[in-house]
């Protein structure tokens, strides 16, 4: 009779503890969607109205930024190709990298090395945005420089930027998403099946051939992931890109000195007021939009190529 009891009881109290665990979470998940939606509220009431007081022609496909002159110009074109142009570039130089330093420790890297790179890339995850920007300043802008000199060398035309120009800031924003890129997709890697590999091998494919045919595909999803996070970490650095992009409004090429969305805002919100204030919430929210835009549309690639995958499968098991 007591061991009834006791049981169930025990029974009694798991089902409790459940309930309270459902509660928990429903309310963690509500909050999470009450914070976003709390930003995008804000950033909505805080960014329109520069909109409509200056002109959403005038803001985002102008091309002259002079907010303190006589006749103040808010055209912020220019920033917004150099953050698309930038965080692209950053992108193409740093998954390409990322990924095949996964596969590396993941797949080929013998295990002594392995522990040894991979604090080495979580190292990297704990610098702080601000170190990148120096050694930016003591190392790559030198040598930018040094490469403007000879390409330019006689020119009349072009204003030397001494090295901070959209190459150094595309090339540290590659080097800060390494160590995002990299610890997701290591861990998406292995986190594939292992008899999918083996089944690869057995059918007398080389390791090389599995990597790239069976393990990589398969592993898709997470490496996505990956970018997603490194497209968000690169579109809203600030500090790092300040020091190293020179920070002037500029046509987005290879030795201008640019200004990114982050940098208009940090480097004019301390000293702005009145409708320059509001131009620069109006950056916030573009540069919001943009962030929402790459989520969802990457979001939505990765779950049409699920699909299209199961589908795929299906065929293949009719068959």
């Known amino acids: 009779m007591n061991e009834s009891f006791s049981i169930f009881s025990h029974h009694g109290s798991k089902s409790g503890v459940e309930k309270a665990a459902e509660v ?79 596969v590396f420790l993941a797949e080929v890297a013998p295990k002594k090395l392995a522990n040894i790179v991979r604090p080495a890339v979580e190292l990297l995850a704990g610098i702080p945005s601000v170190i990148y920007g120096l050694l930016g300043i003591l190392i790559l802008n030198p040598l930018m420089y040094k490469l403007e000199l000879r390409i330019f060398e006689g020119s009349t035309t072009h204003q030397f930027t001494g090295g901070a120009n959209l190459i150094s800031a595309v090339l540290v924003l590659a080097m800060m998403i390494l160590p995002t890129v990299i610890n997701i997709s290591e861990s998406a890697i292995r986190a594939v099946p292992g008899h999918l590999k083996s089944a690869s091998l057995a059918l007398g494919a080389t390791h090389i051939q599995t990597i790239f045919e069976v393990i990589l595909p398969a592993a898709k999803s997470g490496i996505v992931t990956a970018v997603v996070l490194g497209t968000g970490r690169a579109i809203g650095e600030a500090m790092a890109i300040s020091l190293v992009s020179g920070s002037a409004v500029n046509v987005p ?45 990457l979001t939505k690639l990765l779950k049409k190529s699920n699909v299209e995958a199961e589908d795929a499968g299906k065929k293949g098991k009719e068959k």
């Open 24 to 102: 928990i979470f429903t309310i963690s998940g509500f909050f999470a969607v009450l914070a976003v939606a709390s930003i995008t509220l804000y950033m909505l009431v805080s960014g329109t109205p520069a909109l409509f007081q200056v002109g959403i022609w005038d803001i985002l496909f102008g091309t002259v930024w002079q907010p303190e002159a006589a006749n103040a110009s808010y055209g912020i074109l220019y920033v917004i190709l150099t953050s698309i142009v930038g965080t692209a570039l950053a992108i193409l130089i740093g998954v390409p990298v990322g990924v095949l330093t996964a």
């Open 253 to 297: 090429l290879p030795f201008n000195s640019v200004r990114f969305l982050t940098t208009a805002i940090v480097s004019e919100m301390s000293y702005s007021s009145g409708l320059h204030r509001k131009v620069l919430f109006t950056i916030g929210l573009v540069l919001f939009a943009f962030i929402m835009i790459i989520n969802v549309s």
